[in-house]
């Protein structure tokens, strides 16, 4: 198992950063013929009433601090996974696209630092359908950007969104999720493969069921001869108060009590079998491990 982390500097190969380029951490984990690279769509800016509302404020305030984190708001990256077999090259995720946030939806630029297209990507795995997951489906003009992809995604992460009844029950705030979502899944609908929980959905990629977030949404457990690795997607959606506390509720997951206990499942799961992870809004590409602490777990960047 070899572990690469390097800096990408998008659309050019200049050792020099220019004006208007964008340079952000990037991770290559090696395991035998498995590469598996952490693609950067850019990052979000939230206030931090996303993640912290309702939790206790002078909790909060000594885990900002604690953490190094802003107090006027949250910046998280948003970090993509593609594996790459020799066979198939698999993208888990679409990023935010055009239509989502200014800072993200830079999917295109990290492709092209592999000297990648979208025409290369065979199969698209999709955790959940959150706009920064699953609106880069389409461009700017509304066609698929990967029209040669096998798209997969939960049997009841799909039903949720293509229910119209989602839009009324999802709350106000987040009725734009239900419609964009809904508007791409319409798109490939016809095509795309509904997994179920444990069922493989390539060779050595196997969707587990981790609900919360979104009713349906999936992890992905990768096996290769030197290991398993789990991209996680928004089932451990920070490096702080998912850690330090990962039995509290969070605002952002559409059941706080569900997402809440597979979470504490999910991080004993990866601490008990060191197995290493990718998670979409870590730091630094988002590949590490779940170790243990006193009082709850910590994200180790290294492999």
């Not at 604690?66 to 996974?81: F, K, Q, S, V, Y």
């Amino acid at each position: 198992m070899h572990l690469n982390r390097r800096h990408f500097l998008a659309a050019s190969a200049a050792a020099l950063v220019l004006p208007g380029r964008r340079v952000w951490a990037a991770s290559t984990l090696t395991m035998g013929t498995v590469r598996v690279d952490s693609l950067s769509d850019g990052h979000l800016e939230l206030p931090l009433d996303f993640t912290f509302a309702g939790l206790p404020e002078a909790e909060i305030a000594a885990l900002l601090d604690r953490h190094g984190l802003a107090a006027d708001g949250l910046t998280p990256p948003c970090n993509l996974t593609l594996l790459r077999d020799g066979t198939n090259t698999v993208l888990f995720d679409l990023g935010a696209g055009p239509d989502f946030m200014p800072t993200a939806g830079k999917l295109a630029e990290a492709l092209e630092a592999l000297d990648l297209t979208p025409g290369d990507v065979t199969h698209v795995l999709i955790t959940h359908g959150h706009p920064d997951h699953l609106w880069g489906l389409l461009d700017e003009f509304d066609e698929p950007v990967f029209a040669d992809a096998e798209y997969m995604i939960g049997q009841a992460e799909f039903d949720y969104w293509m229910d119209p009844a989602t839009v009324e029950s999802i709350g106000e705030d987040r009725a734009s999720f239900a419609i964009g979502a809904s508007r791409r899944l319409e798109i490939v609908a016809d095509s795309i493969r509904k997994l179920a929980d444990g069922e493989e959905a390539l060779p050595g990629i196997t969707a587990r069921l981790t609900p919360g977030h979104t009713p349906g949404h999936l992890a992905y457990e990768i096996a290769t001869p030197e290991g398993t690795l789990m991209v996680v997607g928004d089932a451990i959606g920070n490096h702080h108060v998912a850690f330090d506390r990962p039995d509290w509720p969070a605002p952002s997951d559409q059941d706080p009590a569900l997402a809440a206990a597979t979470r504490v499942a999910l991080l004993e799961r990866l601490a008990d079998g060191a197995m290493p992870f990718i998670g979409y809004h870590l730091p630094q590409g988002g590949l590490g491990r779940v170790e243990r602490t006193e009082t709850g777990y910590r994200f180790a960047e290294d492999i």
